[in-house]
């Protein structure tokens, strides 16, 4: 039994790790295939950032409501219709003839899929399963859909090079997430109580909380909650700049804009390859320090560093990979989602066990962060030629999201959930 207590959190965090690399391979895929999109159909750099900011929109707005059918229905359902969709969305591309499909298959389907095991999904792992290491398992979890999605790049890249090879990697994609269903359906477990052990640093068994109404009322009414704390609009904004400047700036334009320095787009994707993995990196070791030290300051330190970055990141294009360009590479890697942890912290001191529906909504403000960002890069690159001013307005974003952190108070009428006696 104490084996028991002690191996199945980590079971179930390790199939909720194995499911979001799965899922993050779709989300490599629109980066390094925007040169064969434009070579092939003809599409401005615009249109396809259009596609990819519906997906980015849709992968955000989707996730509270994500959180709130898995509250109703159970993780395991969710998980696998949403790896369905994926699947369909990445295998279906192959038919496409003209820009509005790219953009309901891209953008709809694919991102309604993967805003359904996203981060949401993350934070239901981590306070269902855990009281005790909830930063290190969000820290994990959230590497390896970060991660994941920046490691499939090489691959996609490689095939998308040669003639039809894009529609070989939307394939690969869409085979890795339908292996993934009955992997979920088979081993996923709901709550701790239906194995009858209690979460991770507990010493009593919590019996799930009763589920009424529908899961839209859930999403809608955490979300009127929220609205009245301070704390979620300075966490949403800060977080819509965080989307902005990752997902959807450097994982959607950072290869063409290497591209348009003379840098091979193999090489370009294996840049972001190595993103991903000090990525791993700075996030695991972003949830250790967010057990230990003030998630506040952790968020502001993370984001005066991102700023940095991007603010010199013109200076260090070239044909070639230069020392620079890898000193760039590691810090941004591990800084890249490491504001995750703190983050989902910050949703559990200031909401309590509502967190995961809480932060659904702050992350769907990341992704439409990610989703405007999408879509104004590659306004940018068409009317200027260039993707400069893109890096510099989002260098000057992260500094302000540094001072939205800062200014987040500790919650007055309790404590911290982390520092709270396991819930009986």
Not at 171 to 198: K, M, Q
Not at 334 to 345: E, K, M, R, S
């Amino acid at each position: 039994m104490i084996r028991q207590k002690h191996v199945w959190p980590w079971m179930i965090a390790a199939i909720g790790f194995v499911a979001l690399v799965a899922a993050a391979g779709f989300r490599a895929t629109p980066g390094a295939l925007v040169e064969p999109l434009q070579r092939e159909f003809g599409w401005s750099t615009g249109i396809i950032g259009f596609a990819m900011s519906v997906n980015l929109a849709l992968y955000g707005v989707t996730a509270p409501f994500a959180s709130a059918l898995m509250e109703r229905f159970g993780v395991r359902k969710v998980a696998a219709g949403a790896m369905t969709l994926i699947a369909l969305g990445s295998g279906l591309t192959v038919f496409m003839t003209a820009s509005w499909q790219l953009v309901m298959l891209w953008g709809v389907l694919v991102g309604l899929g993967a805003g359904s095991i996203s981060l949401g999904f993350v934070a239901t792992i981590g306070t269902r399963w855990f009281v005790k290491r909830q930063g290190l398992v969000t820290g994990l979890l959230t590497a390896g859909g970060a991660t994941g999605s920046l490691v499939f790049l090489p691959l996609v890249a490689k095939l998308s090079e040669a003639p039809g090879g894009w529609r070989t990697a939307a394939i690969v994609v869409s085979v890795v997430a339908f292996a993934t269903v009955p992997f979920v359906l088979l081993f996923f477990r709901e709550h701790p109580a239906d194995l009858g052990i209690p979460p991770y640093g507990a010493d009593e068994v919590v019996p799930p909380p009763p589920v009424t109404g529908s899961a839209a009322r859930l999403a809608i009414d955490g979300l009127k909650r929220a609205t009245r704390s301070k704390a979620f609009w300075l966490l949403a904004a800060a977080f819509a700049i965080c989307g902005a400047t990752s997902n959807g700036l450097v994982n959607t334009h950072f290869i063409p804009a290497a591209h348009d320095h003379g840098m091979a787009t193999v090489t370009a994707a294996g840049l972001l390859a190595m993103i991903g993995i000090f990525d791993l990196i700075g996030t695991v070791l972003s949830g250790w320090l967010s057990d230990r030290y003030d998630a506040r300051i952790l968020l502001a330190a993370y984001y005066v560093l991102r700023g940095l970055s991007l603010l010199v990141l013109p200076q260090l294009f070239d044909e070639q990979v230069t020392g620079f360009m890898i000193v760039f590479v590691i810090l941004f890697g591990l800084d890249f989602i490491a504001t995750v942890p703190p983050t989902v912290a910050l949703c559990r001191e200031h909401f309590g066990m509502s967190a995961p529906i809480v932060f659904g909504w702050v992350f769907a403000a990341h992704q439409l962060g990610a989703a405007l960002a999408s879509t104004l890069a590659g306004l940018t690159r068409d009317g200027f030629g260039t993707y400069a001013p893109a890096w510099y307005v989002a260098g000057a974003l992260c500094i302000g999201a540094a001072l939205l952190s800062l200014g987040t108070s500790r919650p007055v009428a309790e404590k911290p959930l982390l520092e709270e006696p396991a819930r009986v």
